[in-house]
Nanobody, 115 residues
Framework: QVQLVESGGGLVQAGESLRLSCAASGSTFSFDSMGWYRQAPGKQRELVAAITGGGSTNYVDFVKGRFTISRDSAKNTVYLQMNSLKPEDTAVYYC?????????WGQGTQVTVSS
């Protein structure tokens, strides 16, 4: 059974950085794409960034220039380097992995940015 485990969340001040990691276990295949979503209180879950097996990346506008997604396909691990964090980045961040028509989710890791 595929499991995604996130780590690296925490409480930081505005302007600081965090690096999230998501390690996948239980799979014998390499995911087509891996990514990060976030959900703030009272809001819908939204895409932050994604990366394909070939290394193509996609970012939403509000993180461009601040966040960087990377991937170690051999380890089925995806990272999100978050710089210049803002209070509005506060949310639970979820790892997502897609293989063919199956989509897998992690449990989420809390990121809180104080002003």
């Amino acid at each position: 059974q595929v499991q995604l485990v996130e780590s690296g969340g925490g409480l930081v001040q505005a302007g600081e950085s965090l690096r999230l990691s998501c390690a996948a276990s239980g799979s014998t295949f390499s995911f087509d794409s891996m990514g990060w979503y976030r959900q703030a209180p009272g809001k819908q879950r939204e895409l932050v960034a994604a990366i394909t097996g070939g290394g193509s990346t996609n970012y939403v506008d509000f993180v461009k220039g601040r966040f960087t997604i990377s991937r170690d396909s051999a380890k089925n691990t995806v990272y999100l380097q978050m710089n210049s964090l803002k209070p509005e980045d506060t949310a639970v961040y979820y790892c997502n992995a897609v293989f063919y028509i199956r989509s897998y989710w992690g449990q989420g890791t809390q990121v809180t940015v104080s002003s």
